[in-house]
């Protein structure tokens, strides 16, 4: 699943590429890649010709594509392998095309939604105030959005009574990181992924942020994390943060801080990666 750093790439592309750019048609070539869309995908289409698609937007892993002048957005899930790709118009169409959308302009090419499993999607929707789509309104800053609030973070953390890697993966609570990054992160830290929050001071608390902003910075840097062809940018690009990795996918490695090897424990239908040394787990956890 996509992370922040992947979807922030993929925006990044999008506003280059499409903002500004008036809507011509729109093909729905798959009914399940707009499932979310409720009145179907001849009511998509229809509602989209015409419009101009504003300054793409993105809250953690969430990305949208703004109507102006509208209170509207087209919001994307990429899900497993969803792909928003800028095509030129005469490219062979890619086998799991589910979405085109033509723009009525003479650029020469055209934005694709491109799924192999139709886990994702697009959807239109209203958007709130404060320009989010109304079905993602409870979804908390990410820790790269210049109003993201450490202080109410660190309070809301110690009250929520769980456990570290589970709250940094509550996108209430923070947005944007998921199973790759937050393992990275608690590397980072010396953190074990099932120390309880409550037990966090608000120094460690500020440490462990700064490192999930800089392993995010760092893999925005290179394109995001890229472990097959189903995560690209709109170029078709893979990233190339995988070759940097300190924690996840390194089982039965050599720790980069201690030697320890590293290992891999289950958790929550996916898995932890940590240095059993650098990252000593709670009493209750042992």
Request: glycine share 8%.
């Amino acid at each position: 699943m996509p992370e922040l750093p992947e979807v922030e790439v993929v925006r990044r592309g999008l506003a280059r590429w499409v903002a500004g750019r008036t809507i011509g048609s729109v093909e729905v070539r798959h009914p399940r890649a707009v499932r979310r869309h409720t009145a179907g995908g001849t009511d998509f289409a229809d509602r989209l010709r015409g419009e101009t698609i504003g300054v793409p937007q993105r809250r953690g892993k969430y990305l949208w594509l703004p109507l102006e002048g509208r209170e509207l957005s087209v919001l994307g899930h990429l899900g497993m392998s969803g792909q928003l790709l800028v095509q030129p118009e005469d490219a062979p169409d890619e086998r799991h095309l589910r979405i085109r959308v033509r723009f009525a302009d003479a650029a020469g090419t055209e934005l694709r939604f491109v799924d192999q499993r139709t886990f994702g999607g697009l959807s239109l929707h209203a958007t709130t105030a404060d320009g989010l789509p109304d079905v993602i309104a409870h979804i908390a800053r990410d820790p790269l959005d210049p109003l993201f609030d450490e202080a109410v973070y660190h309070r809301a953390l110690r009250a929520r009574r769980t456990t570290l890697k589970r709250a940094l993966l509550d996108q209430s609570l923070i947005s944007g990181v998921g199973n790759i990054y937050a393992d990275e992160a608690l590397w980072r830290s010396r953190l074990h992924y099932e120390r309880p929050t409550a037990t966090l001071t608000r120094p460690r608390s500020t440490e462990l942020l700064g490192h999930v902003r800089d392993v995010m910075n760092a893999a925005l840097a290179v394109g995001g994390t890229s472990f097959d062809s189903l995560y690209v940018n709109v170029n078709g690009e893979s990233g190339y943060f995988d070759r940097s990795l300190d924690a996840y996918g390194r089982e039965d490695q050599p720790c980069r801080r201690c030697g320890t090897p590293m290992r891999r424990r289950p958790w929550m239908n996916r898995s932890s990666y940590f240095c059993p040394r650098c990252q000593r787990p709670p009493r209750a956890a042992s």
